[in-house]
């Protein structure tokens, strides 16, 4: 048997980075982010509460919502069959229940960014089975937060979650395409009409959509009711120079 250079080395890499894996479990060991004790060796989540998550069974393509009972898996329903073509496609595993949208809290309000490594990972597996047949979006585009929302928050959650999916999958992170221009007061507690009013002119464009992009995914940590991730991609439709396929990637649905 010949074994080549690129081979041993190949094989080299993966001694090393199997043993670094285990000294990183040693003097890390892995701690569940939901109950506290041992987690899993590749992510922090023991099995119990890994199976216990959370997840929407029999989602929309278009929106994410459990589709009615009847409905063939993987067809779009109701708004979704003409709201299509401003979102083609949208990824939130998670419902908004506990523990998620705890974790999901404590990462926006109480900096715990493993909570949100954590369940990234998740949406990941599922983003890498979803695509296997399919091509990914060619740019991620997080939801903007306004300045000021920024200086007191210190951080955009959006940007976080797209900057690990985009080291992930190998995709660029555009984080100055798009800008909140206007404070809107919190989406919660309003109506769908309100809340299509609130974000009026709240996001603008701040350069040209390159020119060979085609499909873009739009990064949230969760969509609540779509009105601020349909907001952004009708303003990225208006102004593309070709179609655009707009994707929605997020943690959890509402
Ligand atoms: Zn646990
Ligand atoms: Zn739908």
Redesign the pocket.
Same mark, same amino acid.
């Given at each position: 048997m010949v074994i080549s250079a690129r081979t041993m080395s190949t094989n080299v890499h993966e001694i090393i980075a199997r043993w670094l894996n285990f000294i990183q479990f040693w003097l890390f060991p892995s701690v #569940?982010?939901? #109950?506290?004790?041992a987690?899993q060796p590749d992510i922090d989540? #023991? @099995? #119990?509460?890994?199976s @216990?998550l959370p997840q929407t069974e029999n989602p929309c393509p278009g929106c994410a919502l459990p589709l009615p009972p009847g409905i063939t898996p993987g067809s779009s329903y109701g708004a979704c069959l003409s709201g299509r073509k401003v979102i083609c496609r949208t990824f939130a595993p998670f419902t908004w229940e506990e523990p998620v949208c705890g974790l999901v809290s404590q990462f926006k309000y109480r900096h715990k960014f493993q909570n949100a490594r954590v369940l990234c990972e998740l949406l990941l597996e599922q983003l890498h089975e979803a695509y296997s047949a399919h091509e990914l979006p060619e740019l991620l585009i997080p939801v903007p937060l306004h300045a000021s929302r920024l200086r007191e928050r210190g951080f955009n959650q959006a940007l976080m979650l797209a900057r690990q999916l985009g080291k992930d999958l190998d995709l660029p992170v555009n984080t100055n395409l798009v800008r909140r221009v206007r404070h809107t007061p919190p989406q919660q507690g309003l109506g769908a009409r309100e809340r299509r009013r609130n974000l009026n002119g709240a996001f603008a464009l701040w350069g040209p959509i390159p020119e060979t992009v085609k499909s873009v995914a739009i990064i949230d940590d969760v969509c609540t009711t779509m009105t601020t991730v349909r907001t952004l991609a009708k303003l990225l439709h208006r102004h593309a120079r070709q179609p655009l396929d707009a994707h929605v990637w997020a943690l959890a649905r509402a």
């Open positions: #569940c982010i939901v #109950c506290k004790t987690g989540l #023991c @099995a #119990c509460c890994r @216990a």
